[in-house]
């Protein structure tokens, strides 16, 4: 199920982090099998498992203002439904990079990183 899908052109209120995962939330559900499944493929060899790991890609959807905790320093911007699991994402455009990968657990939210 493909949410529906925002117009970019009129959502220059956000700020730039929720502009860009909005944005990569709605080419994901663009193109689901190319960029929605690869980039499950490529989040699942980082962590060190398998491609298909993650499951298929289903869905993307920007949800910066639906789970909002004041006690929590964590506070996603993206939910990717797949066919395995649900994963949650936390866009920082101005942190550093880590050379890491940029993958790391986030048990707390349930999903798999």
């Not at 101005?94 to 939210?109: I, K, R």
Request: hydrophobic share 35%; with cysteine; charged share 20%.
């Amino acid at each position: 199920m493909t949410p529906n899908l925002p117009n970019l052109f009129h959502c220059k209120s956000l700020s730039n982090e929720d502009y860009f995962t909005r944005s990569l939330a709605y080419i994901l559900n663009l193109f689901p099998r190319d960029l929605g499944d690869g980039l499950l493929q490529r989040i699942s060899a980082l962590s060190g498992n398998t491609k298909t790991f993650l499951g298929r890609f289903e869905s993307a959807e920007f949800i910066g203002f639906d789970l909002q905790y004041s006690d929590s320093r964590s506070k996603p911007d993206m939910l990717i439904r797949t066919s395995n699991t649900t994963l949650f994402f936390e866009n920082k455009l101005g942190a550093p990079y880590s050379g890491d990968g940029g993958v790391h657990e986030e048990t707390e939210l349930g999903g798999a990183a």
